[in-house]
């Protein structure tokens, strides 16, 4: 898998050596509850977790690193499909990188990665229905809200609504000559 980057940002695969840098994000409580997924993750388990899929053609990982070479995020495409050519998208942006514009350089990074060398047909996300700056990045980079989802995950005691949001290949083909 190469490098990508643009934007002032780039992508590279998931490393062993990179997984203390994702357990700080996963056993953060705060970056967990918008993954809709339980924190405080053992490491021994986050290595078995990257062992058993370092080589599985459903899921690609990254490092989101800065132009300093400093790691600032992940970003996950997973659930690959080759059959139906599709794939859910997923990143974390560090809390001391947030605001930087880390996330939209990604997503885009991750969109052209999805429709240019996966050959990927649709890609979709799910954010929570709270989580209006986020929802703003991904409509910023060209994702459409597909369905509200109700009660969909159960986080800090409360189930939470989440939004569906999607891309299509042919729509971001479009728009992407469209700007040339």
């Known amino acids: 898998m190469t490098t990508l980057s643009n934007f002032g940002v780039k992508l590279r695969p998931l490393e062993r050596e990179d997984l203390r840098f994702v357990h700080k994000l996963d056993n953060n409580s705060h970056i967990m509850r918008y993954w809709f997924e339980e924190p405080y993750e053992a490491y021994v388990e ?12 459903t899921e690609r990982r990254f490092i989101l690193e ?10 996950e495409l997973v659930e690959i499909n080759h059959i139906h050519r599709r794939a859910e ?4 942006v560090a809390p001391h990188a947030q605001g930087k514009g880390y996330a939209s350089s990604a997503t885009l990074l991750a969109i052209e990665y999805a429709f240019h060398v996966l ?13 209006v700056k986020a929802i703003h990045i991904y409509e910023k980079c060209g994702f459409v809200k597909e369905c509200e989802l109700k009660s969909e ?4 005691g409360e189930y939470r609504d989440a939004v569906r949001m999607c891309m299509f290949q042919s729509d971001h083909v479009a728009v992407g000559q469209g700007r040339r």
């Open 89 to 92: 998208f997923q990143i974390i």
């Open 66 to 75: 800065s132009d300093a070479a400093e790691m600032v995020g992940l970003v």
């Open 119 to 131: 050959n990927l047909y649709k890609l979709y996300l799910y954010v929570d229905a709270e989580n």
């Open 153 to 156: 995950f159960f986080v800090n």
């Open 46 to 57: 986050l290595v078995q977790i990257y062992d058993r899929h370092v080589h599985d053609q």
